[in-house]
C-alpha cells in the first residue's frame, strides 16, 4: 500500500516525460492522417461530382 502511494507520487524521469511526449505526438500524428485521408476523399467526391455535373450541362445545351 505505502509502496503504491509512493509511485503515484514520485518524481517522474525525464525520460518518461519524453516516451509520454512521444506517445501523445504520434496520435497527434495519426488523428492528423485521418483528417487528412477524409478531406481527400471529400475532394475527389467533389471533383467526379463536378466533372459529372457539367457533362450533364453540356449534353443539356448540345440538345437545345
Same mark, same amino acid.
Given at each position: 500500500?505505502?509502496?503504491?502511494?509512493?509511485?503515484?507520487?514520485?518524481?517522474?524521469?525525464?525520460?518518461?516525460?519524453? $516516451? /509520454? +511526449?512521444? &506517445? =501523445?505526438?504520434?496520435? !497527434?500524428?495519426?488523428?492528423?492522417?485521418? $483528417? /487528412? +485521408?477524409? &478531406? =481527400?476523399?471529400?475532394? !475527389?467526391?467533389n471533383d467526379a461530382r463536378i466533372k /459529372?455535373?457539367?457533362?450533364?450541362?453540356?449534353?443539356?445545351?448540345?440538345?437545345?
Open positions: 500500500m505505502i509502496d503504491a502511494f509512493r509511485r503515484a507520487f514520485r518524481r517522474i524521469t525525464p525520460a518518461e516525460v519524453a $516516451a /509520454r +511526449e512521444l &506517445a =501523445e505526438a504520434e496520435l !497527434s500524428m495519426l488523428q492528423a492522417q485521418t $483528417a /487528412r +485521408e477524409y &478531406a =481527400e476523399s471529400v475532394i !475527389s467526391y /459529372r455535373l457539367r457533362k450533364f450541362l453540356a449534353t443539356l445545351e448540345a440538345k437545345s
